[in-house]
Protein backbone atom coordinates (compact mmCIF):
# COMPACT_ATOMS: atom_id res chain seq x y z
CA UNK A 1 0.00 0.00 0.00
CA UNK A 2 2.89 2.30 0.72
CA UNK A 3 4.24 1.80 -2.89
CA UNK A 4 0.77 2.86 -4.04
CA UNK A 5 0.79 5.92 -2.44
CA UNK A 6 4.54 6.60 -3.10
CA UNK A 7 3.80 6.20 -6.83
CA UNK A 8 1.02 8.36 -6.77
CA UNK A 9 2.82 11.14 -4.74
CA UNK A 10 5.47 10.95 -7.84
CA UNK A 11 3.13 11.15 -10.31
CA UNK A 12 1.19 13.71 -8.83
CA UNK A 13 4.34 15.91 -8.41
CA UNK A 14 6.27 15.39 -11.33
CA UNK A 15 2.95 16.29 -13.00
CA UNK A 16 2.88 19.30 -11.07
CA UNK A 17 6.58 20.61 -11.90
CA UNK A 18 5.88 20.29 -15.56
CA UNK A 19 2.70 21.94 -15.67
CA UNK A 20 4.47 24.69 -13.67
CA UNK A 21 7.04 25.09 -16.57
CA UNK A 22 4.30 25.04 -19.71
CA UNK A 23 0.89 26.00 -17.97
CA UNK A 24 2.38 29.32 -16.29
CA UNK A 25 3.47 30.85 -19.25
CA UNK A 26 0.82 29.61 -21.43
CA UNK A 27 -1.90 31.15 -18.74
CA UNK A 28 0.50 34.16 -18.84
CA UNK A 29 -0.17 34.15 -22.97
CA UNK A 30 -3.55 33.76 -22.93
CA UNK A 31 -4.21 36.19 -20.45
CA UNK A 32 -2.54 39.02 -22.42
CA UNK A 33 -3.20 37.75 -25.93
CA UNK A 34 -6.35 38.82 -27.72
CA UNK A 35 -6.02 37.27 -31.08
CA UNK A 36 -7.43 34.11 -32.65
CA UNK A 37 -5.03 31.86 -32.09
CA UNK A 38 -5.06 32.05 -28.19
CA UNK A 39 -9.13 31.75 -28.72
CA UNK A 40 -8.56 28.05 -30.35
CA UNK A 41 -5.66 27.42 -27.88
CA UNK A 42 -7.59 28.23 -24.90
CA UNK A 43 -10.12 25.83 -26.49
CA UNK A 44 -8.01 22.90 -26.76
CA UNK A 45 -6.42 23.30 -22.85
CA UNK A 46 -9.89 23.29 -21.66
CA UNK A 47 -11.00 20.01 -23.77
CA UNK A 48 -9.88 17.85 -20.76
CA UNK A 49 -12.84 19.66 -18.51
CA UNK A 50 -15.55 18.23 -20.91
CA UNK A 51 -14.04 14.98 -22.94
CA UNK A 52 -14.65 11.93 -21.29
CA UNK A 53 -11.69 10.69 -19.97
CA UNK A 54 -12.02 7.29 -21.48
CA UNK A 55 -11.84 9.58 -24.63
CA UNK A 56 -8.56 11.06 -23.81
CA UNK A 57 -7.05 7.96 -22.89
CA UNK A 58 -8.01 6.08 -25.89
CA UNK A 59 -6.52 8.71 -28.24
CA UNK A 60 -3.86 8.68 -25.50
CA UNK A 61 -3.34 5.08 -25.48
CA UNK A 62 -2.76 5.23 -29.64
CA UNK A 63 -0.54 8.08 -29.62
CA UNK A 64 1.99 6.87 -27.30
CA UNK A 65 1.85 3.16 -28.18
CA UNK A 66 4.16 1.71 -30.44
CA UNK A 67 2.56 2.75 -33.64
CA UNK A 68 2.08 6.39 -32.52
CA UNK A 69 4.04 9.46 -33.54
CA UNK A 70 6.17 9.68 -30.81
CA UNK A 71 7.64 5.44 -31.04
CA UNK A 72 10.77 5.95 -33.99
CA UNK A 73 11.96 8.29 -30.99
CA UNK A 74 11.31 6.02 -28.08
CA UNK A 75 14.50 3.72 -28.72
CA UNK A 76 17.20 5.94 -27.53
CA UNK A 77 15.74 6.02 -24.59
CA UNK A 78 15.43 2.34 -23.89
CA UNK A 79 11.47 2.44 -24.22
CA UNK A 80 9.50 0.71 -26.76
CA UNK A 81 6.35 2.13 -26.06
CA UNK A 82 5.05 4.65 -23.52
CA UNK A 83 1.50 2.97 -22.95
CA UNK A 84 1.71 1.03 -19.74
CA UNK A 85 4.55 3.00 -18.40
CA UNK A 86 4.88 5.52 -15.72
CA UNK A 87 6.46 8.12 -18.19
CA UNK A 88 3.45 7.45 -20.86
CA UNK A 89 1.12 8.13 -17.12
CA UNK A 90 3.13 11.19 -16.45
CA UNK A 91 2.11 12.97 -19.92
CA UNK A 92 -1.27 11.66 -20.27
CA UNK A 93 -2.03 13.46 -16.68
CA UNK A 94 0.27 16.51 -17.62
CA UNK A 95 -2.39 16.66 -20.31
CA UNK A 96 -5.36 15.71 -18.56
CA UNK A 97 -4.04 18.15 -15.46
CA UNK A 98 -3.64 20.75 -17.89
CA UNK A 99 -6.53 23.14 -17.55
CA UNK A 100 -6.29 22.85 -14.27
CA UNK A 101 -2.77 24.80 -14.16
CA UNK A 102 -3.62 27.21 -16.52
CA UNK A 103 -7.51 28.51 -16.00
CA UNK A 104 -6.12 29.34 -12.34
CA UNK A 105 -3.12 31.30 -13.62
CA UNK A 106 -4.82 33.02 -16.51
CA UNK A 107 -7.12 34.14 -14.37
CA UNK A 108 -4.49 35.67 -11.89
CA UNK A 109 -2.90 37.34 -14.55
CA UNK A 110 -5.83 38.72 -16.09
CA UNK A 111 -7.03 40.05 -13.04
CA UNK A 112 -3.47 42.58 -13.03
CA UNK A 113 -4.47 44.47 -15.35
CA UNK A 114 -2.00 46.29 -18.22
CA UNK A 115 -1.06 49.29 -15.57
CA UNK A 116 1.86 47.11 -13.75
CA UNK A 117 3.29 46.12 -16.85
CA UNK A 118 2.97 49.92 -18.28
CA UNK A 119 4.54 51.00 -15.03
CA UNK A 120 7.20 48.28 -15.35
CA UNK A 121 8.41 49.24 -18.99
CA UNK A 122 8.84 52.45 -18.14
CA UNK A 123 10.98 51.55 -15.33
CA UNK A 124 13.33 49.64 -17.95
CA UNK A 125 11.87 45.87 -17.15
CA UNK A 126 11.90 43.89 -20.59
CA UNK A 127 9.10 41.55 -20.72
CA UNK A 128 10.98 38.50 -19.62
CA UNK A 129 11.90 40.51 -16.18
CA UNK A 130 8.26 42.02 -15.91
CA UNK A 131 7.39 38.23 -16.02
CA UNK A 132 9.36 37.09 -12.80
CA UNK A 133 9.51 40.72 -11.17
CA UNK A 134 5.65 42.03 -11.68
CA UNK A 135 3.56 39.63 -13.11
CA UNK A 136 4.74 36.31 -11.40
CA UNK A 137 4.34 38.24 -7.77
CA UNK A 138 1.04 40.12 -8.72
CA UNK A 139 -0.69 36.49 -9.34
CA UNK A 140 1.10 34.28 -7.05
CA UNK A 141 -2.58 33.31 -5.98
CA UNK A 142 -3.74 32.06 -9.47
CA UNK A 143 -0.54 30.17 -9.81
CA UNK A 144 -0.45 28.61 -6.25
CA UNK A 145 -4.11 27.79 -6.87
CA UNK A 146 -3.53 26.20 -9.98
CA UNK A 147 -0.49 23.87 -8.37
CA UNK A 148 -2.36 22.44 -5.86
CA UNK A 149 -5.64 21.90 -7.72
CA UNK A 150 -3.07 20.52 -10.67
CA UNK A 151 -1.39 18.55 -7.79
CA UNK A 152 -5.14 17.43 -6.18
CA UNK A 153 -6.48 16.14 -9.75
CA UNK A 154 -3.99 13.89 -10.77
CA UNK A 155 -4.06 12.74 -7.45
CA UNK A 156 -7.57 11.56 -8.24
CA UNK A 157 -7.84 10.76 -11.84
CA UNK A 158 -8.97 7.43 -12.72
CA UNK A 159 -10.47 7.04 -16.41
CA UNK A 160 -7.28 8.13 -18.33
CA UNK A 161 -4.80 6.11 -15.92
CA UNK A 162 -6.94 2.88 -16.11
CA UNK A 163 -7.11 3.62 -20.04
CA UNK A 164 -3.32 4.39 -20.47
CA UNK A 165 -1.51 2.81 -17.34
CA UNK A 166 -3.30 -0.50 -16.69
CA UNK A 167 -2.76 -1.85 -13.63
CA UNK A 168 0.86 -2.07 -13.00
CA UNK A 169 2.62 -2.60 -9.20
CA UNK A 170 5.11 -0.16 -8.84
CA UNK A 171 5.11 1.23 -12.27
CA UNK A 172 1.33 2.70 -12.99
CA UNK A 173 -0.68 1.24 -10.14
CA UNK A 174 -2.12 5.01 -8.42
CA UNK A 175 -4.77 5.06 -5.61
CA UNK A 176 -7.56 5.57 -7.32
CA UNK A 177 -6.75 2.36 -9.50
CA UNK A 178 -5.86 0.19 -5.92
CA UNK A 179 -9.31 1.02 -4.59
CA UNK A 180 -10.86 0.26 -7.43
CA UNK A 181 -8.89 -3.32 -7.71
CA UNK A 182 -9.84 -3.81 -3.59
CA UNK A 183 -13.40 -2.96 -3.93
CA UNK A 184 -13.18 -5.49 -7.23
CA UNK A 185 -11.58 -8.46 -5.24
CA UNK A 186 -14.14 -7.57 -1.81
CA UNK A 187 -11.25 -6.18 -0.25
CA UNK A 188 -13.69 -3.96 1.36
CA UNK A 189 -11.76 -2.60 4.41
CA UNK A 190 -8.55 -1.01 2.43
CA UNK A 191 -10.50 0.50 -0.20
CA UNK A 192 -12.50 2.02 2.88
CA UNK A 193 -9.10 3.35 4.50
CA UNK A 194 -8.00 4.69 1.04
CA UNK A 195 -11.00 6.35 -0.19
CA UNK A 196 -11.55 8.21 3.37
CA UNK A 197 -7.83 9.25 2.90
CA UNK A 198 -8.61 10.57 -0.31
CA UNK A 199 -11.46 12.37 0.82
CA UNK A 200 -9.58 13.86 3.74
CA UNK A 201 -6.99 15.14 1.18
CA UNK A 202 -9.62 16.79 -1.23
CA UNK A 203 -11.45 18.07 1.45
CA UNK A 204 -8.29 19.62 2.84
CA UNK A 205 -7.01 20.81 -1.13
CA UNK A 206 -10.23 22.70 -1.59
CA UNK A 207 -10.12 24.37 1.71
CA UNK A 208 -6.69 25.82 1.55
CA UNK A 209 -7.32 26.56 -2.31
CA UNK A 210 -9.93 28.78 -0.90
CA UNK A 211 -7.95 30.31 2.18
CA UNK A 212 -5.92 31.60 -0.13
CA UNK A 213 -8.20 32.99 -2.97
CA UNK A 214 -9.47 34.69 -0.17
CA UNK A 215 -6.14 36.36 0.86
CA UNK A 216 -5.26 37.32 -2.30
CA UNK A 217 -8.11 38.81 -3.21
CA UNK A 218 -8.07 40.91 0.18
CA UNK A 219 -4.36 41.97 -0.73
CA UNK A 220 -5.01 43.41 -4.14
CA UNK A 221 -6.57 47.36 -4.20
CA UNK B 1 17.55 69.61 -32.78
CA UNK B 2 18.56 68.70 -28.74
CA UNK B 3 15.60 68.52 -26.55
CA UNK B 4 12.39 66.65 -27.61
CA UNK B 5 11.17 66.79 -31.70
CA UNK B 6 8.25 64.74 -32.25
CA UNK B 7 5.53 64.01 -34.52
CA UNK B 8 2.80 61.77 -34.10
CA UNK B 9 0.04 60.51 -36.12
CA UNK B 10 -2.79 58.24 -35.42
CA UNK B 11 -6.56 57.45 -36.66
CA UNK B 12 -9.14 55.79 -34.32
CA UNK B 13 -12.75 55.60 -34.74
CA UNK B 14 -13.22 58.45 -32.54
CA UNK B 15 -10.35 60.55 -32.37
CA UNK B 16 -7.15 61.64 -34.72
CA UNK B 17 -3.92 62.60 -33.53
CA UNK B 18 -1.65 64.87 -36.28
CA UNK B 19 0.54 66.35 -33.64
CA UNK B 20 4.29 67.96 -34.23
CA UNK B 21 5.88 69.88 -31.57
CA UNK B 22 9.37 70.02 -30.03
CA UNK B 23 10.54 70.62 -26.41
CA UNK B 24 13.71 72.18 -25.40
CA UNK B 25 16.54 70.19 -23.46
CA UNK B 26 15.80 71.53 -20.18
CA UNK B 27 13.30 73.12 -18.00
CA UNK B 28 9.45 72.02 -17.99
CA UNK B 29 6.85 71.97 -21.23
CA UNK B 30 3.36 72.17 -20.77
CA UNK B 31 1.05 70.11 -22.65
CA UNK B 32 -2.42 71.51 -22.12
CA UNK B 33 -5.75 71.25 -23.57
CA UNK B 34 -9.26 69.97 -22.91
CA UNK B 35 -10.15 66.29 -22.13
CA UNK B 36 -10.28 64.49 -24.68
CA UNK B 37 -7.39 66.95 -27.36
CA UNK B 38 -5.36 63.74 -26.94
CA UNK B 39 -2.94 64.97 -24.33
CA UNK B 40 -2.22 61.96 -22.36
CA UNK B 41 -2.01 59.69 -25.81
CA UNK B 42 0.75 62.01 -26.71
CA UNK B 43 2.60 61.51 -23.77
CA UNK B 44 2.33 57.65 -24.24
CA UNK B 45 3.38 57.52 -27.37
CA UNK B 46 6.42 59.11 -26.66
CA UNK B 47 7.02 56.46 -23.94
CA UNK B 48 5.92 53.97 -26.48
CA UNK B 49 2.93 52.67 -24.81
CA UNK B 50 1.15 53.27 -27.69
CA UNK B 51 2.25 52.90 -30.96
CA UNK B 52 1.16 55.96 -33.80
CA UNK B 53 0.15 54.89 -37.46
CA UNK B 54 3.31 57.16 -38.05
CA UNK B 55 5.57 58.33 -35.96
CA UNK B 56 9.04 60.41 -35.58
CA UNK B 57 10.71 61.03 -32.66
CA UNK B 58 14.17 62.32 -31.19
CA UNK B 59 15.59 63.30 -27.94
CA UNK B 60 18.54 65.08 -28.30
CA UNK B 61 19.30 63.98 -31.71
CA UNK B 62 18.99 60.12 -30.92
CA UNK B 63 15.79 58.92 -32.94
CA UNK B 64 14.08 57.00 -31.06
CA UNK B 65 11.24 56.11 -34.02
CA UNK B 66 10.89 56.38 -37.55
CA UNK B 67 9.21 55.49 -40.48
CA UNK B 68 11.12 51.69 -40.07
CA UNK B 69 12.41 52.59 -36.04
CA UNK B 70 10.12 51.79 -33.11
CA UNK B 71 12.20 51.67 -29.97
CA UNK B 72 10.68 49.24 -27.61
CA UNK B 73 9.14 51.24 -24.59
CA UNK B 74 11.67 49.19 -21.71
CA UNK B 75 14.43 51.10 -23.85
CA UNK B 76 13.48 54.12 -23.50
CA UNK B 77 14.85 56.43 -20.66
CA UNK B 78 11.97 57.99 -19.62
CA UNK B 79 10.72 58.48 -15.91
CA UNK B 80 6.76 58.15 -16.44
CA UNK B 81 5.13 59.77 -13.21
CA UNK B 82 1.16 58.12 -14.12
CA UNK B 83 -1.93 60.31 -12.71
CA UNK B 84 -3.18 57.08 -10.72
CA UNK B 85 0.68 56.40 -9.32
CA UNK B 86 0.80 52.77 -10.58
CA UNK B 87 3.07 51.50 -7.65
CA UNK B 88 3.83 47.82 -7.64
CA UNK B 89 1.24 46.87 -4.60
CA UNK B 90 3.18 43.40 -4.02
CA UNK B 91 6.59 45.80 -3.50
CA UNK B 92 6.87 48.21 0.03
CA UNK B 93 8.36 52.06 -0.60
CA UNK B 94 11.78 50.90 -0.43
CA UNK B 95 10.95 48.21 -2.91
CA UNK B 96 9.35 50.46 -5.27
CA UNK B 97 12.33 52.19 -5.43
CA UNK B 98 15.19 49.99 -5.72
CA UNK B 99 12.68 48.66 -8.74
CA UNK B 100 14.27 51.70 -10.42
CA UNK B 101 17.25 51.94 -9.26
CA UNK B 102 18.23 48.37 -10.35
CA UNK B 103 17.57 48.93 -13.68
CA UNK B 104 18.50 52.52 -14.49
CA UNK B 105 22.23 50.99 -15.08
CA UNK B 106 25.73 52.29 -13.10
CA UNK B 107 24.82 55.88 -13.07
CA UNK B 108 22.66 55.46 -10.31
CA UNK B 109 24.33 55.50 -7.04
CA UNK B 110 23.48 54.84 -3.41
CA UNK B 111 23.57 58.62 -2.62
CA UNK B 112 21.92 59.45 -5.16
CA UNK B 113 18.82 57.08 -3.71
CA UNK B 114 19.46 59.43 -0.05
CA UNK B 115 19.11 62.67 -1.89
CA UNK B 116 15.87 61.75 -3.66
CA UNK B 117 14.05 59.98 -0.34
CA UNK B 118 14.99 63.01 1.46
CA UNK B 119 14.07 65.46 -1.39
CA UNK B 120 10.40 63.92 -1.73
CA UNK B 121 10.53 63.38 2.12
CA UNK B 122 9.84 59.14 2.26
CA UNK B 123 12.31 58.53 5.23
CA UNK B 124 9.47 57.35 7.33
CA UNK B 125 7.22 55.48 4.99
CA UNK B 126 9.95 53.19 3.04
CA UNK B 127 8.67 50.02 4.58
CA UNK B 128 4.92 50.79 3.72
CA UNK B 129 3.14 49.32 1.25
CA UNK B 130 1.27 51.53 -0.72
CA UNK B 131 -2.12 50.33 -0.13
CA UNK B 132 -1.23 52.08 3.14
CA UNK B 133 -0.29 55.16 1.53
CA UNK B 134 -2.31 58.52 1.39
CA UNK B 135 -3.11 59.85 -2.44
CA UNK B 136 -0.22 62.23 -1.66
CA UNK B 137 2.40 60.22 -0.45
CA UNK B 138 1.57 57.57 -3.16
CA UNK B 139 2.56 60.40 -5.85
CA UNK B 140 5.57 61.62 -4.21
CA UNK B 141 6.67 57.74 -4.38
CA UNK B 142 5.87 57.35 -7.83
CA UNK B 143 7.84 60.56 -8.46
CA UNK B 144 11.35 59.15 -6.36
CA UNK B 145 10.60 56.54 -8.21
CA UNK B 146 10.49 57.91 -11.91
CA UNK B 147 13.58 59.99 -11.20
CA UNK B 148 15.45 57.05 -9.75
CA UNK B 149 15.10 55.15 -13.01
CA UNK B 150 17.76 58.18 -14.67
CA UNK B 151 15.66 59.08 -17.28
CA UNK B 152 16.56 61.44 -19.73
CA UNK B 153 13.16 63.09 -20.35
CA UNK B 154 10.47 63.21 -17.20
CA UNK B 155 6.93 63.10 -18.27
CA UNK B 156 4.32 63.76 -16.15
CA UNK B 157 0.79 62.96 -16.62
CA UNK B 158 -1.49 65.33 -14.71
CA UNK B 159 0.17 64.07 -11.89
CA UNK B 160 -2.92 66.43 -9.22
CA UNK B 161 -5.92 65.32 -10.99
CA UNK B 162 -6.22 62.25 -8.81
CA UNK B 163 -5.73 64.01 -5.42
CA UNK B 164 -8.18 66.26 -3.10
CA UNK B 165 -6.98 69.58 -2.42
CA UNK B 166 -5.16 68.67 0.45
CA UNK B 167 -2.99 66.21 -0.78
CA UNK B 168 -2.53 68.41 -3.76
CA UNK B 169 -1.11 71.46 -1.12
CA UNK B 170 0.78 68.88 -0.14
CA UNK B 171 2.56 67.69 -2.85
CA UNK B 172 3.59 70.80 -4.69
CA UNK B 173 6.35 72.01 -3.47
CA UNK B 174 7.75 68.64 -3.88
CA UNK B 175 6.65 68.86 -7.75
CA UNK B 176 8.18 72.44 -7.63
CA UNK B 177 11.64 71.36 -6.87
CA UNK B 178 12.09 68.55 -9.04
CA UNK B 179 10.65 70.88 -12.05
CA UNK B 180 13.74 73.41 -10.68
CA UNK B 181 16.50 70.76 -10.46
CA UNK B 182 16.22 68.89 -13.38
CA UNK B 183 18.23 69.49 -16.35
CA UNK B 184 16.18 67.51 -18.90
CA UNK B 185 13.12 68.17 -20.69
CA UNK B 186 9.86 67.72 -18.61
CA UNK B 187 6.53 67.56 -20.00
CA UNK B 188 4.32 68.48 -18.45
CA UNK B 189 0.33 67.56 -19.01
CA UNK B 190 -2.65 69.59 -17.71
CA UNK B 191 -6.03 70.73 -18.20
CA UNK B 192 -5.56 73.30 -15.26
CA UNK B 193 -4.21 76.50 -16.63
CA UNK B 194 -2.87 77.59 -12.74
CA UNK B 195 -1.21 74.46 -12.39
CA UNK B 196 0.66 74.86 -15.89
CA UNK B 197 1.08 78.28 -15.32
CA UNK B 198 3.19 77.53 -12.21
CA UNK B 199 5.26 75.04 -13.39
CA UNK B 200 5.52 75.40 -17.30
CA UNK B 201 8.33 77.51 -19.06
CA UNK B 202 6.87 76.27 -22.48
CA UNK B 203 3.59 75.49 -23.58
CA UNK B 204 2.14 73.07 -26.42
CA UNK B 205 -1.52 74.33 -26.36
CA UNK B 206 -3.64 71.32 -27.81
CA UNK B 207 -6.53 71.01 -29.20
CA UNK B 208 -8.87 67.89 -31.07
CA UNK B 209 -5.44 66.06 -31.48
CA UNK B 210 -3.54 69.05 -33.45
CA UNK B 211 -1.00 71.59 -31.76
CA UNK B 212 -2.75 74.96 -31.96
CA UNK B 213 0.33 76.60 -30.59
CA UNK B 214 3.64 76.25 -29.02
CA UNK B 215 6.25 78.56 -27.88
CA UNK B 216 6.95 80.21 -24.61
CA UNK B 217 4.66 79.95 -21.72
CA UNK B 218 4.56 84.52 -21.50
CA UNK B 219 4.32 84.88 -25.11
CA UNK B 220 1.31 82.63 -25.19
CA UNK B 221 -0.53 83.55 -22.52
CA UNK B 222 -0.61 87.43 -23.66
CA UNK B 223 -1.23 85.89 -27.25
CA UNK B 224 -4.79 87.75 -28.30
CA UNK B 225 -5.66 85.17 -30.81
CA UNK B 226 -5.35 81.74 -28.55
CA UNK B 227 -7.75 80.66 -26.08
CA UNK B 228 -6.07 81.40 -23.23
CA UNK B 229 -6.51 85.07 -24.00
CA UNK B 230 -9.57 84.86 -24.25
CA UNK B 231 -10.80 82.77 -20.60
CA UNK B 232 -12.19 84.88 -17.92
CA UNK B 233 -8.84 85.05 -15.74
CA UNK B 234 -6.61 85.40 -18.56
CA UNK B 235 -3.52 87.32 -17.77
CA UNK B 236 -0.28 87.72 -18.25
CA UNK B 237 2.97 85.51 -16.75
CA UNK B 238 5.85 87.73 -15.55
CA UNK B 239 9.06 86.81 -14.23
CA UNK B 240 9.81 89.64 -11.56
CA UNK B 241 13.76 89.70 -9.51
CA UNK B 242 12.74 90.88 -5.88
CA UNK B 243 15.10 93.88 -4.98
CA UNK B 244 14.95 95.94 -1.59
CA UNK B 245 11.80 95.59 1.32
CA UNK B 246 10.38 98.13 3.01
CA UNK B 247 9.54 97.30 6.33
CA UNK B 248 7.41 100.25 7.32
CA UNK B 249 4.64 99.90 4.40
CA UNK B 250 5.21 95.99 4.44
CA UNK B 251 6.29 96.12 0.67
CA UNK B 252 8.54 94.40 -1.53
CA UNK B 253 10.08 96.02 -4.64
CA UNK B 254 10.70 93.68 -7.41
CA UNK B 255 11.92 94.82 -11.12
CA UNK B 256 10.38 93.34 -14.39
CA UNK B 257 13.26 94.01 -16.97
CA UNK B 258 14.12 97.92 -16.06
CA UNK B 259 10.70 98.14 -14.35
CA UNK B 260 10.28 98.56 -10.75
CA UNK B 261 6.97 97.28 -9.06
CA UNK B 262 5.80 97.07 -5.78
CA UNK B 263 4.57 94.12 -3.76
CA UNK B 264 2.61 93.31 -0.23
CA UNK B 265 4.52 91.47 1.98
CA UNK B 266 7.95 89.74 2.35
CA UNK B 267 8.62 87.95 -1.28
CA UNK B 268 12.06 86.22 -0.35
CA UNK B 269 14.90 86.74 -0.58
CA UNK B 270 17.16 90.18 -2.89
CA UNK B 271 17.34 88.81 -6.11
CA UNK B 272 15.24 85.78 -6.32
CA UNK B 273 13.32 85.43 -9.12
CA UNK B 274 9.30 84.97 -8.71
CA UNK B 275 6.41 84.42 -11.08
CA UNK B 276 3.52 86.40 -11.31
CA UNK B 277 0.36 86.50 -12.61
CA UNK B 278 -1.01 89.58 -14.07
CA UNK B 279 -5.07 89.07 -14.86
CA UNK B 280 -6.15 91.64 -17.68
CA UNK B 281 -9.18 92.48 -15.51
CA UNK B 282 -6.68 93.64 -13.04
CA UNK B 283 -4.94 96.25 -15.80
CA UNK B 284 -6.67 99.27 -16.45
CA UNK B 285 -5.21 101.57 -19.13
CA UNK B 286 -4.97 105.77 -18.62
CA UNK B 287 -3.76 108.31 -21.26
CA UNK B 288 -1.20 109.81 -18.49
CA UNK B 289 0.13 108.75 -15.30
CA UNK B 290 -2.39 109.50 -12.69
CA UNK B 291 -1.25 111.50 -9.95
CA UNK B 292 -3.68 110.77 -6.88
CA UNK B 293 -4.60 107.17 -7.01
CA UNK B 294 -4.49 104.46 -4.63
CA UNK B 295 -3.27 102.27 -7.36
CA UNK B 296 0.84 101.84 -6.76
CA UNK B 297 2.03 100.10 -9.93
CA UNK B 298 1.72 102.14 -13.16
CA UNK B 299 4.11 101.42 -16.10
CA UNK B 300 4.64 102.89 -19.30
CA UNK B 301 3.53 100.59 -21.98
CA UNK B 302 2.90 100.95 -26.25
CA UNK B 303 -0.56 99.01 -27.30
CA UNK B 304 0.22 96.50 -29.05
CA UNK B 305 -3.29 94.91 -30.71
CA UNK B 306 -7.09 95.89 -29.58
CA UNK B 307 -9.63 92.95 -30.31
CA UNK B 308 -13.09 92.21 -29.20
CA UNK B 309 -12.97 89.60 -26.60
CA UNK B 310 -16.51 89.38 -25.85
CA UNK B 311 -19.87 91.92 -25.84
CA UNK B 312 -19.20 95.19 -25.26
CA UNK B 313 -15.45 94.22 -23.98
CA UNK B 314 -12.05 95.00 -25.49
CA UNK B 315 -8.47 92.88 -25.00
CA UNK B 316 -5.70 94.85 -25.22
CA UNK B 317 -2.05 93.50 -25.67
CA UNK B 318 0.33 96.12 -24.27
CA UNK B 319 4.05 95.91 -24.52
CA UNK B 320 6.56 96.96 -21.66
CA UNK B 321 8.47 100.27 -22.84
CA UNK B 322 11.92 98.85 -23.23
CA UNK B 323 11.43 94.85 -22.97
CA UNK B 324 9.31 92.12 -24.96
CA UNK B 325 7.36 91.41 -22.21
CA UNK B 326 3.74 91.79 -22.62
CA UNK B 327 0.51 92.74 -20.17
CA UNK B 328 -3.11 92.36 -21.36
CA UNK B 329 -6.03 94.44 -20.12
CA UNK B 330 -9.47 93.97 -20.66
CA UNK B 331 -11.63 97.52 -21.10
CA UNK B 332 -14.68 98.59 -22.38
CA UNK B 333 -15.38 99.06 -26.52
CA UNK B 334 -16.34 102.76 -24.84
CA UNK B 335 -13.72 103.50 -23.10
CA UNK B 336 -11.20 102.37 -26.02
CA UNK B 337 -13.47 105.06 -28.11
CA UNK B 338 -13.67 107.58 -25.26
CA UNK B 339 -9.62 107.31 -25.53
CA UNK B 340 -9.28 106.56 -29.04
CA UNK B 341 -6.85 104.11 -28.22
CA UNK B 342 -4.80 102.63 -31.26
CA UNK B 343 -1.91 100.49 -31.74
CA UNK B 344 1.19 101.56 -31.70
CA UNK B 345 -0.35 104.00 -28.85
CA UNK B 346 1.81 105.12 -25.53
CA UNK B 347 0.18 104.70 -22.63
CA UNK B 348 0.40 104.18 -19.25
CA UNK B 349 -0.90 100.48 -17.32
CA UNK B 350 -2.57 100.96 -14.18
CA UNK B 351 -1.96 97.57 -12.46
CA UNK B 352 -4.04 96.90 -9.44
CA UNK B 353 -3.08 93.73 -8.62
CA UNK B 354 -0.68 90.98 -8.67
CA UNK B 355 -0.32 87.49 -7.86
CA UNK B 356 2.16 85.31 -7.17
CA UNK B 357 2.24 82.25 -8.96
CA UNK B 358 4.55 80.63 -7.61
CA UNK B 359 5.58 80.82 -3.90
CA UNK B 360 8.76 78.89 -4.00
CA UNK B 361 12.09 80.01 -5.31
CA UNK B 362 13.22 79.66 -9.09
CA UNK B 363 16.12 79.06 -9.89
Known amino acids: MLEVVTLTLELAGLTTLILIVIGVPLGYWLARDTGFVSAVVSAIVALPLVLPPTVLGFYLLIALGPNGPLASLLPYVGLRTLAFSFPGLVIGSVIYSLPFMVQPSRNGFAAIGKEPFEAAATLRASPRDTFFSVALPLARGGVVTGMILSFAHTVGEFGVVLMIGGNIPGETRVLSIAIFDMVEQGNWGEAHMMSAGLLGFAFLVILVTGLIERRAGRRMP | ?363
Open chain 2, 1 to 363: MTGLAAHFRLARKDFSIDARFEAPETGVTGLFGPSGSGKTTILRMIAGLEKPDKGWLSLNERIWQDEGRFMKPHRRPVGYVFQDSRLFPHLDVAGNLDFAIRRAGPAETPQHRDEVIGMFGLDRLMEHRPATLSGGERQRVAMARALLSHPRLMLMDEPLASLDRQSRREILPYLESLAHRLSLPILYVSHDLAEIERFADHLVLMENGRVTAAGPLASLAADPNLPLARDAEAGAVVDAVIGSFDPVHDLSACHIGPHLVLLPGRLGGKGETRRLRVRAGDVSIALQRAENTSILNILPCEIVSLDESGPGQVLAVLRLEGTEIHLLSRITKRSREALALVSGLGVQAQIKGMSLIDPESKT
